[in-house]
Nanobody, 124 residues
């Protein structure tokens, strides 16, 4: 089995930045895609960004493209999400995710492993 552990969430003012980290352990996560989803209160969990095992294929949701950057370090089994120009509508619980079809599928059905989530709150 595998485990994903997020860190880096918190409270930030609009226009600010945060970087989330997700440490993967327990299996060969370096060989599958990793990514991030988020869920705001009263809304469905939605895809934010995904990165393939090689790091070559990267996808972003339209709502975050140009503001968020995803990266991974396979030597450390860690994926990062750098978030800039944050907006109040980015407020949500952010979940780290892993799945072989995560980058192509970009839905919760593409996810095989979930982290426990980390809260990001952007104040106006």
């Amino acid at each position: 089995q595998g485990q994903l552990l997020e860190s880096g969430g918190g409270l930030v003012q609009a226009g600010g930045s945060l970087t989330l980290s997700c440490a993967a352990s327990g299996r060969a996560f370096s060989s599958i895609s990793l990514g991030w989803f988020r869920q705001a209160p009263g809304k469905d969990r939605e895809f934010v960004s995904g990165i393939s095992s090689s790091g070559i294929n990267i996808k972003y949701a339209d709502s975050v493209a140009g503001r968020f950057t995803i990266a991974r370090d396979n030597a450390k089994n860690t994926v990062y999400l750098q978030m800039k120009s944050l907006k109040p509508e980015d407020t949500a619980v952010y979940y780290c995710a892993a799945g072989r079809t995560l980058v192509t599928g970009r839905t919760t059905r593409s996810v095989e492993f979930w982290g426990q989530g980390t809260q990001v709150t952007v104040s106006s």
